[in-house]
Nanobody
């Protein structure tokens, strides 16, 4: 059984930082790309950041560029999202996702999803 479990969400003031973690278990994720999506109330899920299996390729949405850093530790099967300079509009549920082989930005391309972790940015 595949499991992706997110942690690290919480309440933070605008301008602050959070680091999200995603632990993968249940199977080998060798060769799998992983990413973070988010969904704000009343909005569709959107791609935030993604990383290839080897970490050599990373993608960020325009809103994440320059503020968020994605990384992974394939020995521990953990992916991270370091979020700095948080803004009110970053408030959302953040989901960890995984798919075989290549990195993509469409939610429909991802087979495995975590339950999500809430990030709330206050003024």
């Amino acid at each position: 059984q595949v499991q992706l479990v997110e942690s690290g969400g919480g309440l933070v003031q605008a301008g602050g930082s959070l680091r999200l973690s995603c632990v993968a278990s249940g199977r080998t994720f060798r060769g799998y790309a992983m990413a973070w999506f988010r969904q704000a109330p009343g909005k569709e899920r959107e791609f935030v950041s993604g990383i290839s299996w080897g970490g050599g390729t990373t993608l960020h949405s325009n809103s994440a560029k320059g503020r968020f850093t994605i990384s992974r530790d394939n020995v521990k099967n953990i992916m991270y999202l370091q979020m700095n300079s948080l803004k009110l509009e970053d408030t959302a549920i953040y989901y960890c996702v995984a798919r075989a082989i290549d990195l993509r930005t469409a939610a429909s391309d991802y087979s495995y999803w975590g339950q999500g972790t809430q990030v709330t940015v206050s003024s």
